[in-house]
């Protein structure tokens, strides 16, 4: 309820009184003088991740959002890199009724995209993803870097040609490549060209639920922990990581004072069943996907 509460005073302050999306800070040109949206304030979002702590400690079940999946992914890929542009004029209301999928178009589509397949193997919080600039993508500095490698026989899983197709699209819009990778969504297929001008949690969280909506599933069960949750699971069910590996990687090993978090990240009701109650011991049950490695398809490969 809370969290509704928050969305509707954002959207009250940044839409009715034009103060956009920007976090509330003071002004460093005219001390004592704030600008942005008060509702994103750092006080606010201090309490709120404190009354979330509060409500586990009080005993409330806290409902997790869905983990995305590979198969998912998948679709959103073939959907999104298949996108054709008709017209990139402005949509009317009888043009969105009549063509939802009108809501963005393949600059859009590609940019999110990339969002995906990121926050995913790179077990990222949504709100990290929309932080990282073009600076963070160079081999130096003070953070252990991340690094991934193509995955040819997966496009849907591969990190590098998305970053390499996104990275080509914003030199062919001459974009400023500094600041914000992911920028702020402009109209139906723009972006915005002010490279300190990134994308919001809640523009990005509109337009992942559309694009669930585009192939088909009820986004409702999903939010922006989705993928940090799917990535975690993809890791340990699809790759096989053992649990020490996937706690290294995300960044958990140095200070994981909960290890009840893992676990939390595997498993949650929320999820799509992996497999029906009926066959956990059928010993006829359909094999899986060849292994890419050693070509095995039974169910304990």
């Known amino acids: 309820m809370a969290q509704k509460m928050r969305a509707a005073i954002s959207h009250k302050y940044g839409r009715d009184h034009r103060l956009g999306t920007q976090p509330w ?29 509060r409500k586990v400690r009080a005993g409330e079940v806290v409902t997790s959002a869905r983990a995305m999946d590979e198969q998912t992914m998948k679709e959103l890929y073939e959907y999104n890199i298949n996108f054709a542009n008709e017209d990139l004029g402005p949509t009317s209301n009888k043009r969105k009724a009549e063509a939802p999928q009108s809501w963005a178009g393949s600059t859009v589509r590609l940019m999110l995209q990339l969002m995906f397949v990121t926050a995913m193997l790179l077990l990222l919080r949504f709100e990290e993803v929309l932080r990282i600039t073009w600076s963070d993508t160079h081999q130096y500095g003070g953070i252990v870097p991340f690094f991934l490698y193509e995955n040819p026989n997966k496009p849907w899983m591969c990190p590098v040609r998305a970053w390499a197709a996104w990275w080509y699209h914003c030199r062919c819009l001459g974009l400023d490549m500094n600041g914000y990778i992911f920028r702020k969504k402009m109209g139906r297929d723009g972006v915005s060209a002010n490279p300190h001008d990134g994308m919001t949690s809640d523009s990005f969280l509109e337009c992942f639920r559309n694009n669930l909506l585009d192939i088909g599933i009820d986004p409702r069960p999903y939010g922006t922990h989705s993928f940090r949750r799917g990535g975690c699971q993809y890791l340990a069910m699809v790759l096989r990581w053992p649990l020490r590996q996937i706690c290294t990687w995300g960044g ?30 059928n010993p006829d049950r359909a094999g899986s996907d060849p292994c890419t490695a050693c070509g095995r398809t039974c169910t304990c490969a």
């Open 252 to 281: 958990w090993a140095e200070n994981f004072d909960n290890p009840g978090t893992i676990f939390k990240y595997l498993l949650s009701w929320t999820d799509t069943p992996q497999l029906q109650q009926e066959d956990y011991f």
């Open 25 to 53: 800070l003071e002004d460093s040109i005219q001390p004592g003088h704030f600008r942005g949206n008060p509702s994103l304030s750092v006080t606010v979002s201090q309490y709120m991740i404190s009354l979330g702590r």
